[in-house]
């Protein structure tokens, strides 16, 4: 076998990629490039048309994730043996890769990645200039093949950060689900909302179906828009359908969905309650075109709230000790500040410390200015795990944090973060880490959390 173990295979996915690491790369729309996926696909074989497998894409600027693995989970319980792509991940790799929530095995990892380098190096040969095979669409080669082998009659994708250029949206969906679509990444896909929503609405396919939560009305023209000339079916889902706040309590969310009634979610986010309506009109209309229970029974009602209870979606609002209480949360733009704020609640006992680590493509005034007023004390802090995330110099990030807080520390790396804020919380306060994607990665290991399955 050509790999000894799963880092070698790593290294051999972002190869392509790693040629160009020093260059300085512009906007999707001229530097991706999704056909060597398409070529690496049809080399391999994949998909296997001739099976009978339903495909979900999702994309969005929050809750892609989240939406994901809700709808992977509802399939799951429907009867469904259902594939799972994510990115990025937390501890490991190949947790990006699950069918009935359990990640790819590291043996079955290599040996796929084994077995399709051979068109990987003939594709690469062929490359000038800057072109290159994306690791995604690798990943997605592989993600396939396991879903194959396991006889996956569902799979649930998630894209990057936009859709139409993205690798991952070259699979055959019939589903495009669109959560909340916000100004991000604008370096790469644009300045305007409508210029993001368009890289968003790519992944909508021929005679497809589309749904979205409620948008900005300049996102749904464009929604729209694209369905319409992909001749695709797109609904948006009203404010009044989606699913309505009951309460919270220390294990998670209970809320009411139509027919469904109270349905418990053992996640914190109250944005969560948005992600599962999605993931619940994706499930039905996936459903209805594959064999199963009635959609309409009692059984099928009965799936959809033991599914929703089932849910694990590790890093997103998830609380990692007591004593204080320290709670972790991708929330790196206003939005996403304001409702970890909202979520947590009555849980924020003080004294509350807050651990930032904001990208600087978001919004980093914007966070420092929605935190500030809810915590006693900020310590920034960054990451070196992810060099396609680039944080602001620690002077920068001081001067402008300052603006909004007396208490504000930077801290060289989140395990010193973590020690500050635990020390100055004391045992009965809590601290919030709202910081990027490869810093709650970081906090898994410091806690010496897997996630196996989820």
Not at 120 to 142: C, H, K, N, V, W
Not at 168 to 195: C, D, K, M, W, Y
Request: aromatic residues 6%.
């Amino acid at each position: 076998m050509r790999f000894h173990d799963e880092g070698d295979a790593i290294t051999f996915i972002f190869r392509s990629l790693r040629r160009l690491r020093d260059v300085q790369r512009g906007p999707d729309d001229q530097t991706r490039d999704p056909s060597p996926t398409r070529v690496l696909l049809a080399c391999c074989g994949l998909p296997n048309l001739n099976i009978t497998r339903e495909y979900a894409v999702v994309t969005g600027s929050k809750g892609k994730g989240s939406t994901t693995a809700i709808l992977a989970k509802l399939l799951q319980h429907i009867g469904h043996t259902t594939g799972m792509l994510t990115s990025p991940h937390l501890v490991d790799f190949r947790e990006r890769i699950r069918v009935n929530g359990r990640m790819i095995p590291e043996g079955d990892f290599i040996r796929i990645v084994d077995e399709i380098a051979p068109e990987i190096d003939r594709i690469e040969a062929t490359f000038t200039g800057m072109q290159y095979l994306s690791p995604q669409g690798i990943f997605l080669a592989i993600a396939l093949r396991w879903f194959e082998e396991q006889g996956a009659t569902a799979a649930v994708l998630e894209v990057g950060r936009g859709g139409r250029y993205d690798d991952v949206a070259v699979a055959p969906n019939r589903l495009s689900l669109f959560t909340p679509i916000l100004l991000e990444h604008t370096a790469q896909l644009g300045g305007t909302l409508e210029r993001i929503a368009w890289h968003k609405a790519g992944i909508i396919k021929p005679h497809s179906t589309a749904y979205s939560v409620p948008q900005a009305t300049a996102v749904l023209e464009v929604l729209q828009t694209e369905a319409d000339a992909q001749d695709a079916e797109f609904s948006w889902i009203a404010p009044m359908d989606m699913g309505q706040l009951v309460r919270h309590d220390e294990a998670g969310i209970h809320f009411t969905l139509t027919r469904y009634g109270e349905l418990y979610l053992p996640l914190h986010g109250r944005y969560e309650i948005e992600n599962a309506t999605l993931a619940v009109q994706g499930a039905g209309n996936m459903h209805g075109r594959l064999t199963g229970i009635p959609h309409g029974s009692a059984a099928y009602t009965d799936a959809i709230r033991s599914g929703l209870a089932a849910v694990q979606w590790p890093g997103r609002m998830q609380k990692l000790q007591d004593a204080p209480a320290v709670w972790v949360d991708g929330a790196t733009t206003v939005i996403a500040a304001e409702l970890m704020l909202k979520s947590l609640g009555e849980k924020l006992r003080p004294p509350v410390i807050a651990i930032i680590g904001t990208p600087s493509d978001r919004d980093t005034e914007g966070v420092y200015r929605t935190l500030a007023p809810a915590v006693e004390g900020i310590i920034l802090t960054h990451s070196d795990i992810n060099a396609n995330v680039r944080f602001p110099a620690p002077d920068v990030a001081l001067a402008s944090a300052g603006r909004f807080h007396d208490d504000v520390r930077y801290a060289p790396n989140l395990g010193t973060a973590l020690d500050w804020a635990r020390t100055r919380a004391g045992r009965d306060g809590t601290v919030i880490a709202a910081v990027a994607q490869p810093l709650v990665g970081e906090s898994m290991l410091l806690y010496g959390l897997r996630f196996e399955v989820i």
